[in-house]
Structures are given as structure tokens and as C-alpha cells.
């Protein structure tokens, strides 16, 4: 355990949530909460050697920033969720902040947009979409003195993971503001431009549901956010134009291969995770104590080189938002006394309205999948991996299309939401050359009010799932599996629910790769 750790902080026990109450409308519901937790905030801030050099700078805030949201009374027919965001998703004013990274995305779009307006221009308003060569004195007043020719922009994009989930696109978005802020003007001027990429197309941004809502409902412009479809790489880099951040990778993602010259850093999602083709590129040390999430190690680094970051509301509620979904409100067996430290700190300064009532609206967002039909929710969270003796270049050797998918639901709720189930999972199937489609299932039961985790195995070939499912069962691997009997689902699938709570996708990529590379 890290010595810079005093204590894991009391997590506060909140009432039950009335049914007719908004749980982020205004401050008025949150003034009782606010005054006993501002003393609690105020000395974990001053106490914990978790935020190092920050903790007098914290300190002397923690106090006074929470009793102000505390004390201050709503003026009669004033707004009262002015700053907040709703639980329908609508936001009356932007998070304070927010306007920001608003500023920071807009610039860098604005950027991009003088590259390539082909690809960035999104046609919708709050977008940039003229489609022209940018003059430096438009971006920004400190770019020059009037001069004709557009500035040769050199960009840094901080690519966030293949996973796009809430983590991923939080990670992305605040260290690349981190890196923004940490240059000095003169790099502007000469034309270094920082912008965040997350590693989906635009067109399926709105199947991440939570992190959808919490843009939205945060007031970040989302149009001035760079999508994977919508920046050029292989052009930047062939112009010499690029540098990459690779935020959340545990290899070298396939949207990026051929261009490990242009990495300029690695931060591992994972502990221990393989680096792929990537060998001589520098990686930020990290260890399994660190935290569970790509937020929590963000959150401590900004505590320590950059702790007035951390002021701004919006970067604070957007991180703590993606280390209560990553840790399932820092449920014990899926997060370590950083995740609560970090939690307990970005507490502090996000203004939410208690952890558990946010949680329990991100969860909400992020598992209401009902407006999803049966492929959106197969496709968004899938990750797609080359398999076999063949991919390390064996003679004769077999490769296998092997996709792992996170869904949001129950496998009875996936299998029974479409009668035509069965035709649109072998049409998916088909389209991807997919030999085998593992489906990890994660959901919240209302019954026993705690997560489920269910696997399912989809192969058009009997005899692979079959040979698979029992190698997966056995004991040394831990994953728990016991067979389930799944009312409606085709035959040929096999279904389980998995009992380690703390296996990741990770860990049964790792087993897949284990079992096709020995050319079962």
C-alpha cells in the first residue's frame, strides 16, 4: 500500500431517495448534505497525503466552497437548478466551468477544421462546418500580429481507449485539457494544437448513454468533440502533423498501427496489460494500487502537478462521475482505497448532490438501454481481436475473428427483446466474419439490489463453443461459471452466469487468446 495513503475516507450514509424528488434540481435539497459533509470534506483534503503538494491549497477552499453552495439561498423566483444538471438530462445553465473545456474544444476543432473540413465538418449547429482555411488571429488574440497565412498546425490528440465508455472519454477530454494548460502561449503561437479524439464515430456516441447524458446534461458541446471518424490520422501523420497520447490502451489499438513513430505516450488502462507493438515509447508508471479507473489515476496526478485544475467544477464532476460508474460507487470488491481517496477529494469541488444520488442517476442513464434496438446494443461496447497460431505468424496456422461485447441488460432481456433475436445475431455475426461473439452481461438487479454478471458464447460452429465453454470452466480460472438454462435463447448458445464480480474483459481476453494460440 502506498505510504501517501493516510486512510481510506468514511463513506457518509445518505437517507433513501423520495420518489418525487430531482435528485440535481437546484441546491435546495443538498444544503442539509452540504453542511455535515463540509467539515468531513474539508479535513480529508487537509489530512490525506493522497494530494500531496494540493493539500493546503485544498484545504483552505474545501471549507469555505462547500458551506457557500451550502448557505446560499435560492432567491425567489430565481432558477433553481442554475449549475446543476436534471435527472430528465436538460441542463437550465452549464455546469460552472464547462465553459472552459468549451472554449478549449471549440479551439481545437476550429484547428482541425482548417486541415481537414471534410472530415470534421458535422453540419450541425454549434459546430464549426465553414469548411475554411483558419488565419491564426481568428483562434486565438496571441497567434501573431495579423499575419496572411493560415498557421501549420502540429496537433497532439489524446486518443482515448477502444472501450469509449464513460472513463475513456472523460480521460480523454481532461488530460488533454491538462496538456493544453500545462503548455506555455509560445507553443500555441508556433502551432501546437492539443485536442482529445474519442475512439468511436459520432454516429454511435448516443449508444454510450451515460456519457452521453452527462455531456449534455453538463452543458459541454459536444459538436465541438472530435470522433474517431472525423480526424484523418494516417494523413496527419503522413504530413508529419501528428503526435498521439494513447489514454487508456494496453496495446496498440488497430486505428493506430503503422504509426508507433507518432506516440508520445502511453497510459495503460490496465495493470500488467500486454503493450502490443508498442516497445520503446514512454509509459506512465502505474500499479495496482493506483486505482480502478483511468479517472482515478488522472484525478491523482492533477492533485499534484496541477491542483487549481481541480477548482473547476466541471472537470471535478466529470471525473468523479466516470470513478463512481468505472467502481460501482466504489463498491469494495471493484475499487482500492485510491478510487475512495480520489472520490472523496473530487467531492469536494464537483457540487454534487451527494455520491450515491449521483451514482445512482448515472447508473440509471448508463442502464436504461430500452431505447437500444438488438445491434446497437451489440455494437456498443464491442471490441474486435484477430486470434490463432496464424497471428503470431505460424505455418498453417489458423485466425479467428474473436469479438468481446459488454452489454448493459440480462441475457433473458437481450435474448427475448426482438422475436427475430436469433436471425439478427447471425446477421451480426456475418456481417463482422465473426467465427465467435462473447457476450459479457452486466446488470442491476431491483430484486436483490446488487450487479449480475451473465457470459454467453455465440459461434456458428457448435464444437468451438463447445471446447471453449469448458476450458472457461475450469477452476484455475477463476471466473466462477455455472451453466443457465436461458427461456427463449437458441440453442446453440451457451449461456452462464459468471460469479467472479471482478473479472474484467481484459481478463477473458487473456483466456481466448490462451485457447486459440494453442490451436484448439
Known amino acids: 500500500m502506498f505510504s501517501w495513503i493516510a486512510s481510506k475516507p468514511p463513506v457518509k450514509e445518505e437517507p433513501p431517495i423520495p420518489k418525487s424528488f430531482d435528485p440535481l434540481k437546484g441546491l435546495g435539497g443538498a444544503v442539509a448534505y452540504y453542511k455535515d459533509a463540509a467539515p468531513q470534506a474539508a479535513d480529508v483534503a487537509a489530512s490525506s497525503k493522497l494530494i500531496g503538494s494540493a493539500a493546503a491549497f485544498y484545504a483552505n477552499v ?7 453552495a451550502a448557505d446560499a439561498a435560492v432567491p ?10 436534471s435527472g430528465n438530462g436538460a441542463a437550465a445553465e452549464p455546469c460552472p466551468g464547462v465553459d472552459e473545456i468549451n472554449e478549449f474544444l471549440r479551439r481545437g476543432r476550429r484547428c482541425m477544421d482548417s486541415v481537414a473540413p471534410s472530415l470534421t465538418d458535422t453540419g450541425a449547429e454549434g459546430g464549426t462546418g465553414d469548411g475554411g482555411s483558419v488565419p491564426a488571429p481568428e483562434l ?45 502561449p509560445s507553443a500555441r503561437a508556433e502551432g501546437l494544437c492539443l485536442l482529445p479524439l474519442v475512439h468511436t464515430s459520432r454516429a454511435d456516441f448516443h449508444l454510450r448513454t451515460d456519457a452521453a447524458w452527462l455531456l449534455q446534461a453538463m452543458g459541454v458541446d459536444t459538436q465541438a468533440l472530435l470522433f474517431l471518424d472525423e480526424v484523418d490520422l494516417r494523413k496527419l501523420h503522413g504530413e508529419g502533423r501528428v503526435q498521439m497520447v494513447l489514454y487508456g490502451h494496453n496495446k496498440m489499438p488497430a486505428s493506430v498501427e503503422g504509426m508507433e513513430k507518432a506516440v ?66 466504489l463498491d469494495p470488491g471493484q475499487s482500492s482505497e485510491v478510487d475512495a481517496s480520489m472520490a472523496a477529494f473530487l467531492a469536494v469541488g464537483s457540487r454534487c448532490l451527494g455520491r450515491n444520488i449521483f451514482y445512482e442517476i448515472l447508473r440509471d442513464k448508463k442502464y436504461n438501454q430500452a431505447s437500444l434496438t438488438t445491434e446497437e446494443l451489440l ?71 446488487r450487479f449480475k454478471r451473465e457470459l454467453v458464447l455465440a459461434a456458428p460452429l457448435s464444437s468451438l463453443s463447445s471446447g471453449l465453454s469448458f476450458f472457461l470452466q475450469k477452476e ?45
Not at 76 to 85: D, E, F, M, W, Y
Not at 478 to 492: Q, S
Open 264 to 329: 508520445a505516450e502511453i497510459i495503460p488502462r490496465e495493470t500488467g496489460g500486454e503493450q502490443g507493438s508498442v516497445i520503446s515509447h514512454p509509459i506512465f508508471p502505474r500499479t495496482a494500487e493506483e486505482g480502478s479507473s483511468c479517472a482515478t489515476m488522472l484525478a491523482r496526478r492533477l492533485s499534484e502537478e496541477a491542483p487549481h485544475l481541480l477548482l473547476n467544477t466541471a472537470l471535478a464532476r466529470l471525473l468523479l462521475a466516470a470513478i463512481l460508474t468505472c467502481t460501482n460507487n
Open 140 to 184: 486565438d488574440g496571441r497567434f501573431g500580429s495579423g499575419a496572411d497565412e493560415p498557421v501549420r498546425w502540429l496537433f497532439k490528440v489524446v486518443i482515448g481507449s477502444e472501450h469509449a465508455d464513460l472513463d475513456a472519454i472523460v480521460s480523454a477530454i481532461v488530460y488533454a485539457f491538462f496538456l493544453d494548460q500545462s503548455e506555455p
Open 76 to 85: 425567489a423566483g430565481s432558477n433553481p437548478s442554475a449549475g446543476n444538471v
Open 62 to 68: 474545501a471549507r469555505e466552497r462547500l458551506l457557500d
Open 379 to 449: 455494437r456498443a461496447d464491442i471490441v474486435q481481436h484477430a486470434m490463432g497460431p496464424g497471428v503470431r505468424g505460424k505455418k498453417g496456422g489458423e485466425v479467428l475473428n474473436v469479438a468481446i461485447s459488454n452489454v448493459g441488460s440480462s441475457t433473458s432481456q437481450l435474448v427475448n427483446k426482438d422475436p427475430k433475436f436469433e436471425e439478427i445475431l447471425k446477421q451480426f455475426l456475418s456481417s463482422r466474419s465473426l467465427h465467435l461473439l462473447v457476450i459479457l452481461s452486466t446488470y442491476y438487479s431491483e430484486t436483490s439490489k
Open 476 to 520: 484455475s480460472h477463476d471466473l466462477r461459471l455455472r451453466p443457465v438454462t436461458v427461456r427463449g435463447m437458441p440453442t446453440w448458445l451457451k449461456a452462464f452466469t459468471l460469479g467472479n464480480p471482478v473479472t474484467t474483459r481484459t481478463d477473458v481476453e487473456h483466456l481466448l487468446v490462451e485457447y486459440f494460440e494453442d490451436g484448439r
